[in-house]
T-cell receptor, first 117, second 111 residues
Framework: DTAVSQTPKYLVTQMGNDKSIKCEQN?????MYWYKQDSKKFLKIMFS???????INETVPNRFSPKSPDKAHLNLHINSLELGDSAVYFC????????????????FGEGSWLTVV | GEDVEQSLFLSVREGDSSVINCTYT??????LYWYKQEPGAGLQLLTY?????DMKQDQRLTVLLNKKDKHLSLRIADTQTGDSAIYFC???????????FGAGTRLFVKA
């Protein structure tokens, strides 16, 4: 009964390939996120979807394309992978509609370790 | 702009108290959070405090909030080796969708 699950956990791929990371949450949350954590452990938001609508789109190369088929899923597709894309990608979710009352507590998945060689 | 700052490293002896400090900039933040990340794992919510509170205690954890100075601290009493992890401070500005995370404090606990 994992709350936020993402697959694969580990991914090693060659430069130039296209890959996807899938994410699902069973918390009934209305908002999902993708975060990137670099080798120094700095955490940076990439995208956020609220009820399947893109609401946060930080400065991310357009090789990265999120897709939210429904509220419970947010997938990340990466085209033409580069060495600098190597990082840990975290999917997360929260219930933003009640944030003023309960805060925007974010629940994270276990991460997907992407290594580009 | 929005920014959360915290020192990068803290080393303590087992059994001592650890205090991890954080400063934030957005005075509209209604909730402030501490997350813990163990090696090879995702971030887990440790505790949070509502902005109208000064202190919150939860077993070995004490959160202190100085809203005037925009300063948040996390005290871990009787620190154990299992507390070794990265601790992230985060703020959630009201009315927004973004939660802003600090760079994380790496806590090393020496036996």
């Amino acid at each position: 009964d994992t709350a936020v699950s993402q697959t694969p956990k580990y991914l090693v791929t060659q430069m130039g390939n296209d890959k996807s990371i899938k994410c699902e949450q069973n918390l009934g949350h209305d908002t999902m996120y993708w975060y990137k954590q670099d080798s120094k452990k700095f955490l940076k938001i990439m995208f956020s979807y609220n009820n399947k609508e893109l609401i946060i789109n930080e400065t991310v190369p357009n090789r990265f394309s999120p897709k939210s088929p429904d509220k419970a899923h947010l997938n990340l597709h990466i085209n033409s992978l580069e060495l600098g894309d190597s990082a840990v990608y975290f999917c997360a979710s929260s219930q933003v509609s009640s944030r003023d009352r309960y805060g925007n507590t974010i629940y994270f998945g276990e991460g997907s370790w992407l290594t580009v060689v | 702009g929005e920014d959360v700052e915290q020192s990068l490293f803290l080393s303590v002896r087992e059994g001592d108290s650890s205090v991890i400090n954080c400063t934030y900039t957005d005075s509209s933040s209604t909730y402030l959070y501490w997350y813990k990340q163990e090696p090879g794992a995702g971030l887990q919510l440790l505790t949070y405090i509502f902005s109208n509170m000064d202190m919150k205690q939860d077993q070995r954890l004490t959160v202190l909030l100085n809203k005037k100075d925009k300063h948040l601290s996390l005290r871990i009493a009787d620190t154990q080796t299992g507390d070794s992890a990265i601790y992230f401070c985060a703020e959630a500005p009201s009315g927004g969708f973004k939660t802003i995370f600090g760079a994380g404090t790496r806590l090393f606990v020496k036996a």
